[in-house]
């Protein structure tokens, strides 16, 4: 029976072993002030680029040690069934910021670099937008991937401050400089200049260290401006960590030099940085005397990329980035607010991205209501019991999803292209005009019980047709509810190989 445990030892000792490494490793600072808890809280969320299920160690992760995000896990609400709306970044960011399923408002696919010219629906209220008019300063730090004109800017939606990248994946330093290692994926040497502009609002930066610590610079500098303001703030710290290409500096390294593969060291010591990012957020708000009264949030926008090979871990989950298995959407799912939430819980209901819209603006003190959005605070203070949804969906192109309590539903188009049909990139080369949504060779339907058989390995779907039946209408009662018609059409796919049947992927 799923439910929410508050004595969770996983969590508690977990926790206290982070609690000592934070006090070791923290360098020295002044001393804390006086933590009110009064008011409505601020709201810091952390997103995390392509990490795993498992790359932390509250999740399971034996390789890299993760004290401070362990910490945070251990203040708050480790939730072990969270979600995201799509398993590839722009698609799941998209449906994160606006509280909606994503294909509601025609941004299904990923933008391969075509949101220099297009962007996120503009008819969309994002976060930053509904915590604005409550009161609060908006400041984004990081990654958008939602659209680079001037209307589809981060500080035309909602942001009162930007910087970061506007692209996907960015290049973290010059790999030539002393100390950085860089783990190649086909043999390639290091990225050697910025792959995408650092932008301080509407004007480039330039940027010589390595991203995640300039990320985690501007996110404390932002914290710091807030306690001097007599209002609330949002704070969404957008890493690009740990999405390729894997870079890392000698003082995240120096803990993994043991590791021999060096893709493996390289992810593990950019998840070290992302701990750290945690770590001085953290310190920083207790500095300030803001921590007991911030509700703080950390998650990841999809799985771990399987075509970085076994440098990161999605743990027992099968899959990865860009497939709707377990590995693809599952992720870590973390809240903590000490003023208002009992530390040390474990809830295992199915929760998703999309809750972020009702739960922060609930917190705000006006709720925003949305089709697809829960607020989980009663969940996470005891008030509300049972699960927050009876259904979570996905859908991109032919290939949809549907889970319940239980069970877990897939259908993915049959194919017959094979691995030599496939790009160097590891991708097929679409038509003109995108890959269409039907399924002329059909689909493949896959059921898995999520309670016996987490991994899905074992298809259940010829032996349970009434249970396909029933999430089969579910899932086109969903459809039915949602646009046709998309802002830019899926050109990028790939192919892979369930139960023995060769399907496409399109992302």
Known sequence: MKRMTTRSSRIIALGAAAALAWACGAPEADAPAEDS?????????????????????IYGSEIISTPHIDALAA??????????????????????????????????????????????????????????????????????????????????????????????GSTFIDSRLPGVEYGSLRGEDGPTERRNKVLRGFEEEKVERYLTDVFTDEAVAFIERGAARDEPFFLYLSHTTPHTPLQ???????????????????????????DESVRRVVETLKVQGMYENTLIAFASDNGCAGYIGHACSNGPLFGFKRYHHEG?????????????????????????????????????????????????????????EGAPHEYLYWRAGASVAIRDAQYKLIKLNRTDFRPDSLRGDGRLQPPEGGWPTDSPHGQLTLLYDLDADVGELNNLAAEQPDVVARLEAELDSWRGTLLDEQILPGVRSTITQIDGEWVQLVF
Not at 348 to 376: C, K, Q, W
């Open 37 to 57: 808890g009064a008011g409505p809280p601020n709201i810091v969320l952390i997103l995390a680029d392509d990490l795993g299920y498992a790359d932390i160690g």
């Open 75 to 168: 203040s708050g609400v480790l939730f072990t069934d969270g979600y995201v709306s799509h398993p590839v970044c722009s698609p799941s960011r998209a449906g994160l910021v606006t509280g909606r399923y994503q294909q509601r408002h025609g941004w299904e696919f990923n933008p391969a670099g075509r949101d220099v010219n297009a962007g996120m629906s503009l008819d969309e209220a994002t976060l930053a937008d509904r915590l604005k008019a409550l009161g609060y300063r908006t400041g984004m730090v990081g990654k958008w991937h939602l659209g680079h004109q001037e209307p589809h800017h981060p500080m035309s939606r909602g942001f009162d401050e930007y910087f970061g990248v506007l692209e996907g």
């Open 248 to 274: 890392a500096t000698a003082e995240y390294l120096e803990g993994y030099r043991h590791i021999e593969d060096q893709r493996t060291r390289v992810y593990a010591a950019m998840v070290a940085s992302l």
């Open 328 to 384: 693809g959407v599952r992720i870590p799912f973390i809240m903590s607010w000490p003023a208002a939430v009992e530390g040390g819980q474990e809830f295992s209901h199915p929760v998703i991205t999309l809750d972020y819209m009702a739960t922060f603006t609930a917190a705000a003190g006006e709720e925003t209501e949305t089709e697809d959005s829960v607020n989980l605070l009663p969940y996470m203070t005891g008030e509300a």
